[in-house]
């Protein structure tokens, strides 16, 4: 069927699910069609299976959206009489849309979609991710043709800048500040370059983005690099995405061939190409200027910012480089305007934000939501709360640099300054939910363990500050802490983040102050009454048998990887101090709540 | 594919495009499962080869396609079902199994298997 021709009819009665049954339907249709006199007017298309086999022949009578199912020759003159030529609806051939239909939500009415906003998340999982067609199609790369041909570099700058977007990967700087200095750094040769090396643990939506909506950030980067007057730009991915290296190298193909990258672009005399570069998971490769001397096939080390990357910084020229998902962010600014764009989030940080919703947390997933959302309607509205009725303790942002935000900052707004303020920040985007079985000295130990193997050692108050925190931490974990340690943690902390140089070593503190700051008291209970109030830190925790709840059933004795628990059948049983590891079997086994940690 | 040379020949392909998805949409069943990362590991991979097969044991025609993560990390392997003009349908935790009988039962009977049904969006809204 051409649509020009369908387009001419009144009508058009989709045939489907003919199957060999039936053959003489559609010549009884077109004849009796003939006989009314409205063969100029409705068409008879067979059209492909529509799945309803056991109900076919099926028809479906278009633009009315009628559908009959069932449908025999004999059928024929009563459906063309009433349908068509009195406009009709033939009961008895109607198609009985099963009442259950009704009872599975709309999208927009799952707790878990309601409360989001998706702009940059809006095609992910929508559309195929390999086929630049049905990017096309939902309407891709309409803004970059619009940009190209009916914009200046300036305008696109002015947009962008007007339009408050700032970066997504954590360090919030204006995106239209930093492509006007670019653009104003020399007039030699610009770069662009997309930051897709997301390392923190529980983060994945860099990764989604990439994998799910590939053309969204090429998109950006064209218009980027022709606001800026760059010719080449570079895609940062971590190897440990294949996916999402995979989608990335099909979709630049994709746009190449379609001449959406490479010379003369939409006959605009402008000049853009892509590369990707593969990094090796180093998460200090995250950071700015590691990240551009890892592309130039260097050690990726940061080094000191005497210029910023706007001025020298790949191969020592002007480089604007930005988040995956602050580039997908381009696009919408520049079909939509600055004003739509800002009228979404707070004042001072406009638009949406992606996170990874992941921990205590009965929904776990990658969420949009527009900024200045508070953290209580992310954990409890999207995320569904926190599994089994435990409580709330707190919430990690920012990745492991970011820091923890208690329950009682619930109500805080999630935006650049009011995260930093609480003294975490935005990062990425990870957010990771603890409920009350978290030990937060614990936490904090964990996250400068993972710090401590990702400090790349350059510079000494990183790599031997995090060391020395991490000692401490561990000390305290394990009951030979002192009251002492803790203004020695404040000192260190303080020490690592204004002399660190780069934002990875300014950050791992964050943390430990956090913690400090919040969940001061756990400290204490470590130190001075040796408890751990979460029942994590195995030195510090002694698990027991309740005896009224035991009824001697015997499962924890014959779990017990030491043999430390004894009793007879029937009777409560006892652990053996002395020769429990407290690994917290018999705890997870009890059917009867009965093993208790103190 | 000849390289585009302007904005309005975009603009044409455009509604070339959206008309032929729409087409593909309207006249057939489409079935579309989650393969982002979380999706294929959560087991996306096993469910679309279960999908093909089961078309393939009925004989059936469905237009398979694979989307990236839509956000509902916890009830993946996500599988959507479309039908001509009909709500779109996401079944969530699926596994091969449970193939067989959304494919009888949604399919071939136009029931939806409504314990199994975590949402839906309405027709013409994902676009």
Known sequence: MSTSKAERHRADVLVSCLHGRCAELIPALEEEIERRGLAGEVEVVEAGCRGLCSMGPVLLIQPEGLFYTNVQPTDVPELVEETLVKGRFVERLAYKEPVTHEAVCHYEDIPFYSKQVRHVMHDCGMINPESIDEYIAVGGYQALGKALTSMTPGEIIDEVKKSGLRGRGGAGFSTGRKWESTRRAGDGIRYVVANGDEGDPGAFMNRSLMEGDPHAILEGMVIGAYAIGAHQGYIYVRDEYPLAVKNLGIAIEQAREYGLLGEDILGSEFDFDVKIVRGAGAFVCGESSALMQSVEGKVGEPRPKHFHATERGLWDQPTALNNVETWANVPLIINNGADWFASTGTEGSTGTKTFCLVGQIENTGLIEVPMGITLHEIVYDIGGGIPGDREFKAVQTGGPSGGCIPASLLDLPVDYDSLTEAGSMMGSGGMIVMDDHTCMVDIARYFLDFLKEESCGKCTPCREGIRRMLEILTRITEGQGEMADLDRLEALAQTVKSASLCGLGKSAPNPVLSTLRYFRDEYVAHIEDHKCPAGVCKALIEYYIDEEKCIGCGLCRRKCPQEAISGEKKEPHTIDRELCIRCGICHDVCKFDAVGVK | ?127
């Open chain 2, 1 to 127: 594919m000849p390289k585009l040379k302007s904005l309005e020949e975009l603009e044409k392909l455009r509604t070339r495009l959206q008309k032929d998805l729409d087409a593909r949409v309207e006249t057939s069943t489409t079935i579309t499962v989650g393969m982002g990362t979380c999706g294929i590991a959560a087991g996306a991979r096993e469910v679309m080869h279960a999908i093909l097969a089961e078309l393939d044991a009925r004989d059936m025609d469905a237009h398979v396609t694979t989307v990236g993560c839509i956000g509902m990390c916890h009830k993946e392997p996500l599988v959507d079902i479309q039908q001509g003009d009909e709500p779109r349908i996401t079944y969530g935790n699926v596994t091969p199994k449970m193939v067989p009988r959304i494919i009888e039962e949604h399919l071939v009977q136009g029931k939806v298997v409504e314990e199994w049904a975590v949402g839906r969006v309405a027709a013409g809204q994902e676009g």
